[in-house]
């Protein structure tokens, strides 16, 4: 049984940095994809970031290019998002998400198999 669980959410102000972890249980995640989603109310969930086991690449959404950066550490199975210079609508729930049998490091939410239960981030202006 595959377990996620991610951490480091909180209220911050426009400009300030946060840094979520996904802490992962129950498999090595060596040769996972692993990716950070998030959900604002009343959205669909979408894409942050992802890194691909594969061939070592990172993927950023547009919107969080240049502010957010996802790294890794498979061997102790964390992930991590630093993200700098948060903006009022970076506001959402974070999800990380893993899977072993996605195409480089997919953007699409609905080919991760494992979630974690969201950590909730709130930027004010």
């Known amino acids: 049984q595959v377990q996620l669980v991610e951490s480091g959410g909180g209220l911050v102000q426009a400009g300030d940095s946060l840094r979520l972890s996904c802490t992962g249980t129950?498999?090595?995640?060596?040769?996972?994809?692993m990716a950070w989603f998030r959900q604002a109310p009343g959205q669909e969930r979408k894409f942050v970031a992802s890194?691909?086991?594969?061939?070592?690449?990172?993927y950023y959404a547009d919107s969080v290019k240049g502010r957010f950066t996802l790294s890794r550490n498979s061997a102790k199975n964390i992930a991590w998002l630093q993200m700098n210079n948060l903006k009022p609508n970076d506001t959402a729930i974070y999800y990380c998400?893993?899977?072993?049998?996605?195409?480089?490091?997919?953007?699409?939410?609905?080919?991760?198999?494992?979630w974690g239960q969201g950590t909730q981030v709130t930027v004010s202006s």
């Open positions: 998400a893993a899977d072993s049998a996605v195409q480089d490091g997919s953007t699409v939410w609905t080919e991760y198999s494992y």
């Open positions: 129950g498999r090595i995640f060596s040769r996972y994809d």
């Open positions: 890194s691909s086991w594969s061939n070592g690449n990172t």
